[in-house]
Protein backbone atom coordinates (compact mmCIF):
# COMPACT_ATOMS: atom_id res chain seq x y z
CA UNK A 1 0.00 0.00 0.00
CA UNK A 2 2.67 2.63 0.92
CA UNK A 3 4.67 1.53 -2.26
CA UNK A 4 1.81 2.06 -4.01
CA UNK A 5 1.27 5.36 -2.79
CA UNK A 6 5.07 6.67 -2.85
CA UNK A 7 4.91 5.63 -6.94
CA UNK A 8 1.73 7.73 -7.55
CA UNK A 9 3.35 10.64 -5.90
CA UNK A 10 6.65 10.29 -7.72
CA UNK A 11 4.42 9.56 -11.39
CA UNK A 12 2.66 13.47 -10.14
CA UNK A 13 6.06 14.98 -9.65
CA UNK A 14 7.08 13.67 -13.02
CA UNK A 15 3.43 15.00 -15.02
CA UNK A 16 3.69 18.28 -12.80
CA UNK A 17 7.49 18.73 -13.75
CA UNK A 18 7.07 17.98 -17.56
CA UNK A 19 3.48 20.02 -18.13
CA UNK A 20 5.15 22.70 -16.00
CA UNK A 21 8.23 22.87 -18.64
CA UNK A 22 5.78 22.45 -21.12
CA UNK A 23 3.27 25.74 -19.89
CA UNK A 24 6.00 27.84 -19.64
CA UNK A 25 7.34 27.01 -23.03
CA UNK A 26 4.00 27.85 -24.39
CA UNK A 27 4.03 31.34 -22.49
CA UNK A 28 6.99 32.56 -23.66
CA UNK A 29 6.57 33.85 -27.21
CA UNK A 30 9.38 33.90 -29.34
CA UNK A 31 9.59 36.09 -32.47
CA UNK A 32 11.46 33.85 -35.39
CA UNK A 33 9.98 35.59 -38.49
CA UNK A 34 9.55 38.90 -39.63
CA UNK A 35 6.22 40.71 -39.21
CA UNK A 36 4.34 40.82 -42.05
CA UNK A 37 3.40 43.67 -44.36
CA UNK A 38 -0.17 44.67 -43.21
CA UNK A 39 -1.00 46.02 -46.72
CA UNK A 40 0.45 43.40 -49.48
CA UNK A 41 0.59 40.33 -46.93
CA UNK A 42 4.61 40.06 -48.01
CA UNK A 43 7.52 41.01 -45.50
CA UNK A 44 7.34 43.90 -44.33
CA UNK A 45 9.57 46.34 -46.12
CA UNK A 46 10.11 44.14 -49.11
CA UNK A 47 9.77 47.30 -51.30
CA UNK A 48 13.74 47.48 -50.21
CA UNK A 49 16.27 44.98 -51.15
CA UNK A 50 18.19 45.33 -47.46
CA UNK A 51 17.83 42.01 -46.20
CA UNK A 52 18.79 41.14 -43.10
CA UNK A 53 21.40 38.67 -42.85
CA UNK A 54 20.09 36.72 -39.87
CA UNK A 55 15.92 37.62 -39.79
CA UNK A 56 15.33 35.58 -36.65
CA UNK A 57 17.64 38.10 -34.94
CA UNK A 58 16.37 41.51 -35.63
CA UNK A 59 15.03 43.83 -33.24
CA UNK A 60 11.54 45.85 -34.11
CA UNK A 61 10.95 49.18 -33.33
CA UNK A 62 12.54 52.67 -32.53
CA UNK A 63 16.48 52.07 -31.75
CA UNK A 64 16.08 55.85 -29.94
CA UNK A 65 13.96 57.42 -28.28
CA UNK A 66 10.47 59.22 -30.21
CA UNK A 67 11.61 62.63 -30.79
CA UNK A 68 9.90 65.04 -27.90
CA UNK A 69 9.67 62.04 -25.34
CA UNK A 70 10.27 63.37 -22.41
CA UNK A 71 13.59 61.74 -20.81
CA UNK A 72 12.96 59.32 -18.14
CA UNK A 73 13.36 61.23 -15.03
CA UNK A 74 15.02 59.22 -11.69
CA UNK A 75 12.92 59.19 -8.90
CA UNK A 76 13.37 61.20 -5.89
CA UNK A 77 14.59 59.73 -3.27
CA UNK A 78 15.37 60.88 0.42
CA UNK A 79 18.35 61.16 1.78
CA UNK A 80 19.82 58.08 4.40
CA UNK A 81 18.82 58.78 7.60
CA UNK A 82 20.93 58.79 10.14
CA UNK A 83 19.15 56.84 13.33
CA UNK A 84 21.52 59.16 15.99
CA UNK A 85 19.52 62.33 14.61
CA UNK A 86 16.18 60.49 14.20
CA UNK A 87 16.62 59.68 17.99
CA UNK A 88 18.01 63.54 18.07
CA UNK A 89 15.00 64.83 16.42
CA UNK A 90 12.84 62.12 18.87
CA UNK A 91 14.46 63.35 21.85
CA UNK A 92 12.87 67.02 21.65
CA UNK A 93 9.45 65.20 20.79
CA UNK A 94 9.10 62.99 23.48
CA UNK A 95 8.30 65.21 26.13
CA UNK A 96 4.83 66.25 24.29
CA UNK A 97 3.41 62.94 23.29
CA UNK A 98 0.78 61.65 25.69
CA UNK A 99 1.79 57.93 27.19
CA UNK A 100 -0.62 55.92 24.64
CA UNK A 101 0.79 57.68 21.29
CA UNK A 102 1.34 54.65 18.70
CA UNK A 103 2.64 57.34 15.98
CA UNK A 104 4.31 60.65 15.61
CA UNK A 105 5.24 62.97 12.61
CA UNK A 106 6.85 66.17 11.71
CA UNK A 107 5.25 67.84 8.65
CA UNK A 108 7.79 70.76 7.29
CA UNK A 109 6.34 72.69 4.52
CA UNK A 110 8.47 75.24 2.44
CA UNK A 111 7.14 77.90 0.31
CA UNK A 112 9.07 81.02 -0.96
CA UNK A 113 7.51 83.25 1.92
CA UNK A 114 8.29 81.38 4.75
CA UNK A 115 9.05 77.80 6.49
CA UNK A 116 6.01 76.19 8.60
CA UNK A 117 6.12 73.34 11.16
CA UNK A 118 3.38 71.34 12.15
CA UNK A 119 3.72 68.69 14.72
CA UNK A 120 0.93 65.60 15.16
CA UNK A 121 0.68 61.92 17.26
CA UNK A 122 -2.09 59.53 16.85
CA UNK A 123 -2.94 57.01 19.41
CA UNK A 124 -3.96 54.69 16.68
CA UNK A 125 -2.01 54.33 13.42
CA UNK A 126 -4.46 55.97 11.51
CA UNK A 127 -3.83 59.51 10.28
CA UNK A 128 -6.89 60.82 10.48
CA UNK A 129 -7.29 60.51 15.21
CA UNK A 130 -4.19 62.82 14.70
CA UNK A 131 -3.80 65.71 17.24
CA UNK A 132 -1.24 68.50 17.15
CA UNK A 133 1.05 69.20 20.22
CA UNK A 134 3.89 71.50 20.51
CA UNK A 135 7.52 69.87 21.26
CA UNK A 136 10.30 71.51 23.29
CA UNK A 137 11.93 73.20 20.17
CA UNK A 138 10.11 73.85 17.03
CA UNK A 139 13.27 75.93 15.53
CA UNK A 140 15.62 73.02 16.13
CA UNK A 141 13.11 70.11 14.95
CA UNK A 142 12.39 73.03 11.70
CA UNK A 143 16.25 73.25 11.41
CA UNK A 144 17.30 69.56 11.52
CA UNK A 145 14.72 68.60 9.08
CA UNK A 146 15.27 71.00 6.06
CA UNK A 147 19.50 70.59 6.60
CA UNK A 148 18.78 66.99 5.60
CA UNK A 149 17.89 68.87 1.99
CA UNK A 150 22.06 69.77 2.04
CA UNK A 151 22.56 66.02 0.84
CA UNK A 152 19.87 65.65 -2.11
CA UNK A 153 20.60 66.29 -5.55
CA UNK A 154 20.49 70.07 -6.44
CA UNK A 155 17.12 69.24 -8.35
CA UNK A 156 15.10 67.56 -5.65
CA UNK A 157 16.07 70.74 -3.02
CA UNK A 158 12.83 72.15 -4.25
CA UNK A 159 10.53 70.07 -2.20
CA UNK A 160 7.24 71.73 -1.09
CA UNK A 161 7.31 69.51 2.27
CA UNK A 162 8.59 66.76 3.82
CA UNK A 163 7.47 64.71 6.10
CA UNK A 164 9.13 62.63 9.00
CA UNK A 165 7.55 60.35 10.87
CA UNK A 166 8.35 57.57 13.93
CA UNK A 167 6.36 55.00 15.41
CA UNK A 168 6.61 53.72 19.06
CA UNK A 169 8.30 50.44 17.75
CA UNK A 170 11.12 52.80 16.84
CA UNK A 171 11.04 52.70 12.66
CA UNK A 172 10.61 56.14 11.13
CA UNK A 173 10.87 57.03 7.39
CA UNK A 174 11.44 60.94 5.84
CA UNK A 175 8.92 61.14 2.77
CA UNK A 176 9.61 64.74 0.34
CA UNK A 177 6.47 65.86 -1.69
CA UNK A 178 7.48 67.86 -4.79
CA UNK A 179 3.79 68.46 -6.43
CA UNK A 180 2.97 71.82 -6.76
Known amino acids: MLRRALSGLVLLAVLAAVTGADAQRRRMPVRTEPIPDTETGGKAGSASSNEPANPSMMIYGPPTPVLGAPPAAAPFTAPKLDAKLVEQIFSCLAPGLPQDWKRTWV??????????????????????????????????????????????????????????????????????????
Open 107 to 180: VVTSTEAAVTTKFFFTASYRDEDAEEFVPCNVQEITRRITGLSDSLAPAQRRWKSARLAINSEGEYELVYDYSK
